[in-house]
């Protein structure tokens, strides 16, 4: 079945550090990937995404490019803020559900990202 | 324009019993998705619902079901609560213009329920 594996926290970094979360995902088809964000306390906003094969999705200083040769969409950004520190998660669109609607989101576990100043 | 809204933010309820969560759609979204997220855990695909019906499930029990108004609001339900049904519920809304286009999931804050 379809399923994400994620580089798991916690992580601390200190501010303008260089971040990567690596993410890997199994799946059947092409599948559409994404990077979420989750500040404490809200629900979940998307970050990034990437339909295809060799997209580079880019937001807010964050890139990934979607790697179909080694099943990755790892996420990085060159200089973290302390405004970064979050829980990122990695996902992935499933198979269409059966009358349209929108893709299922499958999720990897999430990783906690603190920045000191 | 109004984001996806959930109500209630916290709720405990004891093993057993039954409860209601609420999710309002951003304005003018048709589409409706439940989530559960365990602590440390990813969101977990529960069920969607389109056009007011049920079009798709995870694997979740029937005794997670769900409502989808004409307004595009939206229920879960869970009876017979179990201790591990402890999580946070989201709920996330699109917009679903054309089959097979890809379409935002906006997601709500989340109500966290607490089974004892």
């Known amino acids: 079945g379809n399923s994400v594996t994620q580089m798991e926290g916690p992580v601390t970094l200190s501010e303008e550090a260089f971040l990567t979360i690596n993410c890997t995902y199994t799946?059947?088809?092409?599948?559409?990937l994404f990077w979420y964000v989750q500040y404490p306390g809200e629900g979940l906003q998307l970050l990034l995404k990437?339909?295809?094969?060799?997209d580079k999705g880019s937001n807010k200083g964050f890139e990934a490019t979607y790697r179909k040769e080694t099943t990755s969409f790892h996420l990085e950004k060159g200089s973290v803020q302390v405004s970064d520190s979050a829980v990122y998660f990695c996902a992935l669109s499933a198979d269409s559900l059966t009358q349209g609607g929108s893709e299922k989101l499958v999720f990897g576990k999430g990783m906690k990202l603190t920045v000191n100043p | 324009e109004t984001g996806v809204t959930q109500s209630p933010t916290h709720l405990i309820k004891t093993r057993g019993q039954q409860v209601t969560l609420r999710c309002s759609s951003q304005?003018?979204?048709?589409?409706v998705s439940w989530y559960q997220q365990a602590l440390g855990q990813g969101p977990q695909f529960i069920f969607q619902?389109?056009?007011?019906?049920?079009?798709g499930r995870g694997n979740f029990p029937p005794r997670f079901s769900g409502l989808q108004f004409p307004n595009y609001s939206s229920e879960l339900n869970v009876n017979a609560l179990e201790l591990d049904d402890s999580a946070l519920y989201l709920c996330?809304?699109?917009?679903?213009?054309?089959?097979?286009?890809?379409?935002?999931?906006?997601f709500g804050p989340g109500t966290r329920l607490t089974v004892l």
């Open positions: 996330a809304s699109s917009l679903v213009v054309a089959e097979g286009s890809y379409n935002e999931q906006f």
């Open positions: 990437a339909t295809k094969a060799d």
């Open positions: 304005s003018g979204h048709n589409t």
């Open positions: 799946a059947t088809g092409y599948p559409s």
């Open positions: 619902y389109y056009r007011e019906e049920e079009n």
